[in-house]
């Protein structure tokens, strides 16, 4: 049986209540508009009555789900092994809103991204007061143009500082670890920006984490050699990032560790063979997880097999000669 998430909390929020919800209350409960609530009762009824239940709202003072014992624990139950449908908290929404809108230089329907959530325009138009909250202190500014839609301005810095700031926010440093069971592993983070207070405190949390802060090209170098896996976070959201090429990708990839990058627009598409490209088409978080999970648990083969391609391509089209040549040749004719 497959039901959608918001369903399945409103049902629980009823069972376990001493008596009736109004759709008032269930709505602050979820963290949603009243209208939204209003949605899912059809679905919400049906899911009740297949377990022979009644859900009454004939007192006026809300919801209630009535049946005997029995059949309330089949319900209960049913839910521990029912499929159901992605739903978002009120701040999941407005984080994927931001990451969505930063992500994106053009205006987005608050229709579509109330389709991509799965919930009402109006809840989208709701997360937008508390995703200015956010915008405060970071030179970045929401527009809103009629029957175009909303969008994020500001210059390339400000935006990506707070990309990853939010990146960040959303990425527990114990679940961004789950999946590294060697306590040898470490994540060092080099730099400063807006996320470093909040960077501060995860390291206290996890000693894995090491922030040196800025640090010398000497330093660089000793952190590459020694590296596992090298992480190029600069995103594809601007459209000065979009085209200017990641100097970084090729000196982590000169240096034949696996590479975790973001394949930009500008990058000629050969680079998917040599990196391991976050899919900023998913889940940005759980995008960069997967891309590491794919580079540490890469065989050696694979590893030497893309250092060898990269080195070979590195030969014949980013050597000074090379790229003089192609200058000359767009300038002037072959022959000149």
């Known amino acids: 049986m497959l039901i959608s998430d918001r369903s399945k909390e409103i049902i629980e929020n009823l069972m376990n209540a001493n008596g009736p919800l109004t759709v008032s209350a269930l709505s602050k409960k979820l963290g949603v508009t009243e209208r939204t609530i209003y949605r899912q009762i059809p679905e919400v009824t049906e899911i009740i009555e297949s377990y022979d239940l009644t859900l009454d709202n004939s007192s006026g003072n809300g919801f209630m789900i009535f049946g005997s014992l029995y059949n309330l624990k089949r319900l209960n139950s049913a839910f521990e092994e029912v499929k159901t449908e992605q739903n978002y908290s009120n701040k999941e929404r407005v984080d994927i809103i931001l990451l969505t809108l930063l992500n994106e230089d053009d205006y987005i329907k608050t229709q579509a991204l109330a389709i991509d959530l799965n919930t009402s325009s109006q809840t989208i138009r709701n997360d937008y007061q508390s995703m200015k909250e956010k915008l405060q202190g970071h030179n970045v500014q929401f527009e809103t143009k009629k029957s175009e839609g909303v969008r994020l301005t500001g210059h390339e810095i400000p935006k990506r500082h707070l990309f990853v700031n939010v990146l960040l926010q959303n990425i527990a440093p114990d679940n961004f670890f789950d999946w590294l069971k060697d306590n040898n592993y470490r994540l060092i983070l080099c730099g400063n920006g807006d996320a470093a207070e909040y960077l501060q405190k995860c390291a206290i949390e996890d000693p894995r984490i090491i922030l040196p802060g800025q640090v010398s090209p000497e330093k660089v170098k000793e952190y590459i050699s020694s590296a596992a896996v090298l992480v190029n976070p600069r995103p594809n959201n601007e459209e ?97």
């Open 240 to 336: 000065y990032t979009k085209y200017s090429f990641p100097s970084k990708d090729i000196e982590y990839l000169l240096s034949g560790k696996p590479t975790v990058a973001f394949l930009l627009d500008g990058m000629p598409k050969c680079y998917q063979d040599f990196l391991y490209v976050v899919d900023q088409n998913k889940n940005i978080p759980y995008a960069i997880c997967a891309a590491l999970k794919a580079a540490i648990s890469a065989p050696k083969e694979e590893t030497e097999k893309r250092h060898t391609q990269f080195l070979q391509y590195a030969a014949e089209n980013l050597l000074a000669s090379a790229i003089a040549e192609k200058i000359i040749r767009m300038n002037f004719n072959e022959d000149a």
